[in-house]
């Protein structure tokens, strides 16, 4: 056994003999904020499957959805709300299951929501009765959370819940608040309540200026306790390639989907998955540049003239010519199907010298498909 440390203070002290099968944790006050469990006993728990409000794109919980004004955040959540109070379907085909909505339109006036409503409904007779509005309401810490959980809690079936907008509802910013801890607090509230009630509540809010050109969820505006305490993030967004509906949350699978705005009836359609019909979109522009030009058109000329990234462009180039889409002129250069007047000697079929790198204007799409 090793000495004593000089001068320990424990030195003198007898423990004695220490039979760790007799030893038991000391007991301790129960706490009344954390419970804790074992792994052993959470395996043996039953949990109901999530409940999709919206199939692949609003579940039960908070989803925060994001967008530019006026980009049509109010018409998609509006379409969300009586597609799920009349049980029917909405972008395009997403068929919702029926329940009671309760739409708070925070930016709006009553004869503002009839004609919204009027727009989207069209010529139908009998309006839902289970379709609930409210054009103002308290704050969230000011009576605003008390006000939907005694909603959820007065008709027979509740589904979802729409705030429309943020800004309108959140509490006002403590003075001991750090901003995260402000945007954090302004929705842990609603998330709080849709986990204890199963239901679904769509927060409305914005994106801000200048986000970022790469990730769509960077553009939501305020700090990340506002995604952080949401259990799903929703941003619809729009660039020169169109429209597209971008989601990312806890226990729904990523969303990436193309969409269109239908302004005859201020409906919102799902055109697919956002890189697939982005692709079917840049061979479109590529069969119309060389349906419109003058002489077969190289890679780097399509490219210009249909403002497509190179890469894409050499890629989609190769897969046309093998699958006869476009014509080879001569090495390099293509043309329209329908445009053979315009080859100057026999279109080839690609073969295997087709695929070396060219540089300049000779660069042959097929030598880097694969880049």
Same mark, same amino acid.
């Given at each position: 056994?090793? !000495?004593p #440390?000089k001068?320990?203070?424990?030195?003198?002290? %007898?423990?004695?003999?220490?039979? &760790? $099968? +007799?030893?038991?944790?000391?007991?301790?006050?129960p706490?009344?904020?954390?419970?804790?469990?074992?792994?052993?006993?959470?395996?043996?728990?039953?949990?109901?499957?999530?409940?999709?409000?919206?199939?692949?794109?609003?579940?039960?919980?908070?989803?925060?959805?994001?967008?530019r004004?006026?980009l049509?955040?109010s018409?998609?959540?509006?379409?969300?709300?009586?597609?799920?109070?009349?049980?029917? !379907?909405? #972008?395009?085909?997403?068929?919702?299951?029926?329940? %009671?909505?309760?739409?708070?339109? &925070? $930016? +709006?006036?009553?004869?503002?929501?009839?004609?919204?409503?009027?727009?989207?409904?069209?010529p139908?007779?009998?309006?839902?009765?289970?379709?609930?509005y409210?054009?103002d309401?308290?704050?969230?810490?000011?009576?605003?959370?008390?006000?939907?959980r005694?909603?959820?809690?007065?008709?027979?079936?509740?589904?979802?819940v729409?705030?429309d907008?943020?800004?309108?509802f959140?509490?006002?910013?403590? !003075?001991a608040?750090n901003?995260?801890?402000?945007?954090?607090?302004?929705?842990?509230?609603?998330?709080?309540?849709?986990?204890?009630y199963?239901?679904?509540?769509?927060?409305?809010?914005?994106?801000r200026?200048?986000?970022?050109?790469?990730?769509?969820?960077?553009?939501?505006?305020?700090?990340?306790?506002?995604?952080?305490?949401?259990?799903?993030?929703?941003?619809?967004d729009?660039?020169?390639?169109?429209?597209?509906?971008?989601?990312?949350?806890?226990?729904?699978?990523?969303?990436?989907?193309a969409?269109?705005?239908?302004?005859?009836?201020?409906r919102?359609?799902?055109l697919?998955?956002?890189?697939e019909?982005?692709?079917?979109?840049?061979?479109?522009?590529?069969?119309?540049v060389?349906?419109?030009?003058?002489?077969?058109?190289?890679?780097?000329?399509?490219?210009?003239?249909?403002?497509a990234?190179?890469?894409?462009?050499?890629?989609?180039?190769?897969?046309m010519?093998k699958?006869?889409?476009?014509?080879?002129?001569?090495?390099?250069?293509?043309?329209?199907p329908?445009?053979?007047?315009?080859?100057?000697a026999?279109?080839?079929?690609?073969?295997?010298?087709?695929?070396?790198?060219?540089?300049?204007?000779?660069?042959?799409?097929?030598?880097?498909?694969?880049?």
């Amino acid at each position: 056994m090793n !000495a004593p #440390l000089k001068d320990d203070p424990f030195a003198d002290i %007898d423990l004695g003999p220490v039979d &760790l $099968e +007799d030893w038991t944790p000391s007991r301790a006050e129960p706490s009344a904020k954390a419970r804790f469990s074992s792994a052993y006993r959470l395996r043996q728990k039953h949990f109901e499957p999530l409940k999709y409000v919206v199939p692949g794109y609003i579940a039960e919980g908070c989803t925060l959805l994001a967008g530019r004004p006026k980009l049509g955040k109010s018409w998609l959540v509006l379409e969300m709300g009586l597609s799920v109070a009349m049980g029917e !379907a909405c #972008l395009g085909g997403v068929l919702c299951e029926q329940g %009671d909505v309760l739409y708070l339109a &925070l $930016e +709006d006036n009553e004869r503002r929501l009839q004609k919204r409503m009027d727009k989207v409904l069209g010529p139908l007779e009998d309006w839902p009765e289970n379709f609930h509005y409210a054009t103002d309401c308290p704050r969230a810490n000011e009576g605003g959370i008390d006000a939907i959980r005694d909603w959820i809690r007065s008709v027979r079936h509740p589904r979802l819940v729409i705030v429309d907008v943020l800004a309108m509802f959140k509490p006002v910013r403590g !003075a001991a608040e750090n901003m995260y801890e402000a945007d954090y607090h302004a929705i842990k509230g609603l998330q709080a309540l849709a986990s204890e009630y199963r239901v679904a509540i769509i927060v409305v809010h914005h994106t801000r200026k200048g986000g970022s050109d790469v990730d769509p969820f960077e553009k939501v505006s305020g700090t990340l306790g506002l995604s952080g305490a949401a259990d799903t993030t929703i941003v619809l967004d729009r660039d020169s390639n169109g429209a597209t509906i971008y989601g990312r949350g806890r226990d729904i699978e990523e969303i990436e989907s193309a969409v269109e705005f239908n302004k005859g009836d201020c409906r919102w359609f799902v055109l697919g998955q956002a890189s697939e019909v982005r692709r079917t979109d840049e061979r479109s522009a590529i069969l119309e540049v060389l349906n419109d030009a003058d002489e077969p058109m190289g890679p780097r000329e399509i490219s210009i003239a249909t403002g497509a990234d190179r890469n894409n462009i050499d890629q989609l180039l190769y897969k046309m010519a093998k699958a006869g889409e476009v014509l080879k002129a001569k090495r390099g250069r293509y043309i329209h199907p329908s445009r053979t007047d315009l080859i100057e000697a026999h279109a080839s079929t690609p073969h295997k010298n087709d695929k070396k790198i060219r540089s300049g204007e000779d660069e042959d799409a097929e030598g880097s498909h694969n880049a």
